[in-house]
């Protein structure tokens, strides 16, 4: 697996994406202990999950196409939340 | 092309401390219990009886999420300390449940920025109970194994309750849960205590933590008056030969140890740099009989010499008066003159509880300094770590590599 | 460095502060131990005020009393001839019997609210008049904005005798006007008392306390530990402040936030009202004319307690 430095974020993008990537994984793990009965949260839940995953992956292709990242076949770009860096990771 | 592959561990254990310095840590004190009866303890007032029930727990959750006011922090550390916490790890997962549910339910703003934290001794972390919990929650916790080093110094101190003979250490009961440990959460670091008697085993100890796979050993000297005449002396000749161990053994690129840093050892500033060390009163702490606390170290079970300091509880909430010294306390103000003269004065930790315990009055305002001839030892051989390190990387032309990559560790010291 | 040496000569002496006499049965000090008092303040040249009951004291005291310069702090209600201050804490007393004193007035919150009018007259007849709002510590939010509209009416009163040409003085509106620096209690910092045990205690309020919070007494000297937390640059919170009228009750802040050095919210709230009250009285008095022209203008503030700023200064 190679890992190489591609690109940077400013803070404000930085807090942008980990915000929702807290998110994201809070709404995870939420849903394993809401259940369908309770009819209230679940249906929020379910909505924020869909809206909140809209939102990563809308960060990532308005990023990707602003800093016009590398990418590869079958690789993944990952973020490092202390530097802001990015980094092309390909198997 | 994958975008969203974030390694959650960037995040959890990442080089400094989780929002560190920005996140309120709320602490609840589910249990004075514990399997063990460690000697260098601070806990005096340990007991079996002192459990939290869950309404206690409960109402603390409902003041605090209903109070966003007065909680402005972005995010927080949900933190569960004992005795041992994962002795109480039903009414933790009922905690964390109910927190997650109602953050999500008040569409409260830590849910966006929080954590579950623990400290515990170890023994239990195997168990299915303790296990499905890590596994409900594994984004969201951090988890620090406390182990001391050899099985020779963690026996001297860590040893099971009870008056059997002779002392049965709890070494073996620990280490058998380091694998999994470090498997589910591999930048994991351990915290070590060290106290007079353990001296002679620092080096010893710190190699044999990086042997089980702990890249991270957070490690300070207790701040109680417990040093004998000596110590100082003693202490220096063992960081002295662990400084020769990691730099001539090269664990310095991929491992830490908290006894050396670049930042300590300095004059600080009377005006510039009075910060207090201690966040005591930043913090909550909550016991089983629904009182808050500036600190756990507050808490009556924590103190030899003095009474509990209580700002409040579940039912009437939080008294800001009792928060006022905390929050205005200040480096030069407890201090005495020689620590605020003192030349080698950044680094030099304080406990504001022990601080508390140990004054001569009922206050917070009154700087323990017990531990000083400890802190200048370590001065001593931490410059002669750094200096020692920095010249082999320059003679090996890899000090800039070394600066850009250096492992790090949490600035922890309570 | 001590200036002043606070003598109780009776467990029922009269209160002049923040604090209530919670002994109701009338003990002198013994009078060997008063001889040993004054002879302490004597050697430490220390000013002597003694504090009385309402109860007449026997002759040999008045006697002892008088070997030394000092001054006398009476309750109206007793014999008050020659006293240097007087102290009552009833609405109802006669003022005439306030002509040219200096006097302490204590009153309840609850009192105060309802009997502040009254204090014109006081105002009138008094050489000096200090009000103590006992339980300040209580004032809630709707509290403050009634005592920010008495003090406003009584500034009133108060702008009114100096336009009469006279120089009232009432701690709660005029000391600031002409103070320049912090002018507090200053227990356990330049002022000690020795109470009828023979102990010493940083004031009265910490001998009616309960627990034995002495320190030192007459055999073995003053032992006053973390002194330095009475002073003002060990209290993070007033010396950066302003309020210079403020009493700084050591008793207070630690009833109210453990600490000594650290004062409550609520007088802290209370003092900048009073400082806020008397800024405005100085505006006012300088736009009819010429007054206290060697005085600094008291600046305006955006808050009521410090605290709210001291994130700042860390």
Same mark, same amino acid.
């Given at each position: 697996m190679a890992k190489k430095r591609i690109g940077q974020v400013t803070l404000a993008e930085r807090d942008e994406i980990q915000a929702l990537f807290e998110r994201r994984n809070g709404l995870n793990e939420l849903a394993k202990i809401v259940t369908a009965d309770n009819t209230e949260l679940y249906e929020r839940l379910v909505t924020d999950l869909g809206s909140t995953g809209t939102k990563f992956q809308n960060w990532w292709d308005t990023m990707a196409q602003q800093y016009k990242w590398e990418s590869a076949d079958g690789g993944n770009w990952e973020i490092n939340f202390d530097t802001c860096e990015i980094f092309l990771v390909t198997p | 092309m994958k975008n969203n592959q974030i390694k959650p561990n960037k995040i959890r254990e990442n080089a400094s401390p989780w929002q560190g310095g920005i996140a309120k840590s709320i602490t609840f004190i589910v249990t004075k219990d514990c399997q063990l009866a460690c000697k260098y303890c601070y806990l005096v007032g340990k007991n079996e009886k002192e459990r939290m029930k869950w309404p206690v727990a409960k109402a603390a959750i409902d003041y605090i999420l209903s109070h966003e006011e007065m909680f402005p922090e972005a995010s927080v550390t949900w933190d569960f300390i004992g005795g041992e916490p994962f002795l109480e790890i039903d009414l933790i997962d009922q905690i964390c449940d109910y927190l997650k549910t109602e953050m999500f339910r008040l569409n409260h703003h830590w849910f966006n920025s929080y954590r579950f934290s623990f400290s515990t001794n170890g023994i239990n972390y195997h168990t299915d109970k303790v296990q499905a919990f890590i596994k409900k929650n594994i984004t969201h916790l951090s988890i620090g194994i406390t182990i001391d080093g050899t099985r020779a110094k963690h026996d001297l101190n860590r040893i099971w309750k009870g008056d059997a003979q002779p002392e049965r250490g709890s070494y073996d009961d620990v280490v058998r849960n380091i694998p999994l440990w470090l498997e589910q959460f591999p930048n994991a670091g351990t915290k070590v205590t060290i106290s007079s008697a353990d001296i002679p085993y620092i080096c010893e100890s710190v190699l044999h933590l990086y042997s089980l796979g702990i890249h991270e050993v957070n490690i300070n000297c207790v701040f109680e008056d417990v040093w004998q005449e000596g110590d100082d002396k003693r202490f220096e000749d063992q960081l002295m030969q662990l400084a020769d161990a990691i730099i001539d053994g090269g664990y310095y690129a991929n491992y830490a140890c908290s006894f050396f840093s670049e930042y300590i050892g300095k004059p600080l500033d009377p005006v510039n740099e009075n910060q207090n060390w201690c966040g005591a009163g930043k913090m909550l702490s909550i016991d089983a009989a629904g009182n808050f606390y500036p600190c756990t170290r507050f808490a009556a079970y924590s103190l030899r010499e003095k009474r509990p300091i209580i700002i409040g509880n579940v039912r009437d909430g939080i008294d800001k008066n009792k928060l006022r010294p905390f929050l205005t306390l200040d480096r030069m103000t407890q201090s005495p003159d020689k620590c605020k003269t003192c030349e080698v004065a950044s680094g030099c930790a304080w406990c504001q509880g022990e601080n508390y315990d140990a004054a001569?009055?009922?206050?917070?305002?009154q700087r323990a300094t017990a531990i000083c001839l400890m802190h200048k030892a370590r001065v001593r051989a931490n410059n002669y770590y750094w200096n020692k390190l920095y010249r082999k990387l320059e003679l090996e032309g890899s000090r800039e590599d070394f600066e850009k990559n250096k492992p790090q560790v949490k600035p922890i010291d309570c | 460095m001590l200036q002043y040496l606070v003598i109780l000569? @009776? =467990?029922?002496s009269a209160s002049f502060c923040h604090y209530h006499v919670t002994k109701s049965t009338p003990r002198l000090m013994p009078l060997d131990t008063l001889k040993r008092g004054i002879r302490f303040g004597m050697i430490e040249n220390l000013m002597i005020q003694f504090i009385y009951p309402n109860h007449a004291l026997p002759q040999e005291y008045l006697e002892v009393i008088d070997t030394i310069d000092h001054s006398d702090i009476k309750p109206l209600a007793g014999d008050n001839a020659d006293a240097d201050i007087i102290v009552t =804490?009833?609405?109802?007393? =006669?003022?005439?019997?306030?002509? @040219?004193a200096v006097v302490v007035l204590r009153t309840c919150w609850a009192q105060f609210r309802e009997h502040y009018s009254q204090l014109n007259n006081w105002l009138a007849v008094a050489k000096r008049l200090n009000v103590v709002v006992t339980d300040v510590e209580r004032l809630n939010d709707d509290d403050r904005e009634q005592y920010k509209a008495i003090l406003e009416t009584l500034s009133k009163e108060v702008e009114k005798l100096y336009v009469e040409g006279k120089s009232p003085q009432f701690n709660l509106l005029t000391d600031r006007m002409v103070l320049t620096e912090m002018n507090n209690c200053n227990a356990g910092d330049t002022t000690i008392t020795l109470a009828p045990d023979g102990k010493f205690y940083i004031c009265p309020a910490f001998y009616y306390d309960g627990e034995n919070q002495s320190v030192g007494d007459l055999d073995n000297g003053l032992d006053i530990k973390n002194r330095q937390l009475y002073s003002l640059d060990h209290a993070p919170i007033c010396r950066k402040c302003d309020a210079w009228q403020c009493r700084r009750c050591v008793w207070l802040n630690r009833k109210t936030t453990l600490e000594v050095n650290t004062p409550g919210h609520e007088q802290c709230v209370a003092a900048h009202l009073e400082r806020n009250a008397s800024r405005d009285l100085m505006l006012s008095l300088r736009s009819r004319g010429t007054f206290l022209p060697d005085k600094e203008e008291i600046k305006e503030l955006t808050y009521l307690d410090p605290f709210e700023i001291a994130t700042q200064w860390n």
């Open positions: - | 001569a009055t009922p206050t917070i305002y | 000569l @009776d =467990d029922t =804490d009833n609405w109802e007393s =006669d003022v005439s019997k306030l002509r @040219d």
